[in-house]
């Protein structure tokens, strides 16, 4: 060991804990996290128990997978309304597929395929007609739920396949339902795509500044595409996952998740105009919305109430997290 080392180790062991150095914006949603358990926790009796950890995590399992690929397309400064729309029609042609065919647990992959079909018509849609993604997905959700109402006439489906709902409920973890393993793992390859691989990065400089990013060569359009697809195959991933935790496919399936979906990326610290957040912080959305919707339930609070509490969430999270300096205009 040389001499300017040594000389050196005291000096960086004597630094203090640089807190600026910290991003502001993760306080917020964490301070969350940590406040709705603490307040669930005192508030009712069977919040803080194994039981109740096993259900949270087996409803946040859908949630947060369908949230992965959105994050991306918020990422880039676009919005995906269609996601739960999407969800809904990829479960009604998964239980038709299973009752139908011989395709079996190969349906899986058959589902996702089919969910990246929709979020490639997202996609074509609105870079090659230069339409805005609100209006597009906004269009393109009333056209799928038709389409899986009019595959499912109006009902609930059950699938007939033995073994299926294991891949949703069964417990390769104990206490962890195998759609929450599924969820982590995805999410776990999600972020590593947003940090170390060129989609990821051509993501955060289209959100950032389209125009700077067209100049540099970057391929817009591809890339703008590739999320929109990449959103539906989550989707389609957490259709057919839903499908099987719930043994059926029916009307409601995915309607909750236009509201939830938006509100845990954007909780999570994504913003809206693009460029900063990720999906690293699309977990931390998911656990506020999960534990909010579990802890409210288990309060008795009625469905009309939690809608409002949720808003006022979304507004507060905005509001604290925001970084106003990057703001120059509010349209």
């Not at 074509?124 to 339409?131: A, E, F």
């Not at 597009?136 to 396949?161: H, K, M, Y």
């Not at 996952?241 to 509201?259: E, H, I, K, Y």
């Amino acid at each position: 060991m040389t001499a300017s080392a040594e000389a050196t180790r005291p000096r960086a062991a004597r630094q203090p804990l640089d807190l600026s150095a910290v991003d502001k914006s993760l306080w917020f949603p964490i301070g969350v996290v940590l406040f709705l358990f603490a307040f669930f926790s005192l508030t009712t009796d069977s919040f803080a128990t194994l039981r109740n950890f096993t259900a949270v995590s087996g409803q946040a399992g859908t949630l947060l997978i369908a949230c992965l690929g959105g994050t991306f397309v918020i990422l880039m400064g676009s919005i995906d309304l269609s996601v739960g729309a999407v969800v809904l029609l990829a479960g009604a042609v998964c239980v038709t597929l299973i009752n139908d065919t011989p395709l079996g647990f190969a349906v899986l992959p058959v589902v996702a395929a089919i969910g990246g079909g929709l979020g490639l018509v997202n996609g074509l849609i609105y870079t090659i007609g230069r339409i805005p993604s609100f209006i597009v997905t906004l269009g393109t959700l009333s056209v799928f739920s038709g389409l899986a109402l009019s595959l499912l006439d109006g009902r609930a489906i059950q699938f007939d396949l033995s073994g299926f709902e294991v891949i949703a409920i069964g417990q390769l973890v104990p206490r962890l339902p195998n759609i929450a393993l599924c969820a982590l793992a995805a999410w776990a390859m999600v972020v590593f795509i947003a940090g170390g691989t060129r989609f990821g990065r051509y993501m955060y400089l289209i959100g950032g500044g389209e125009t700077v990013a067209r100049t540099a060569g970057i391929p817009v359009v591809r890339y703008k595409i590739y999320a929109f697809v990449l959103s539906g195959a989550l989707a389609g991933i957490g259709a057919a996952l839903s499908v099987a935790r719930l043994g059926a496919a029916g009307p409601s399936l995915g309607s909750d998740l236009l509201l939830n979906s938006l509100a845990a990326i954007v909780v999570g610290g994504t913003s809206l105009s693009g460029g900063v957040g990720g999906p690293h912080r699309t977990l931390i959305g998911v656990l506020i919305i999960a534990i909010l919707d579990n802890g409210l339930n288990l309060l008795g609070v009625s469905q009309y109430t939690q809608m409002v509490v949720k808003g006022l969430v979304v507004i507060a999270a905005v509001l604290v997290s925001r970084d106003r300096s990057r703001t120059a205009v509010v349209k």
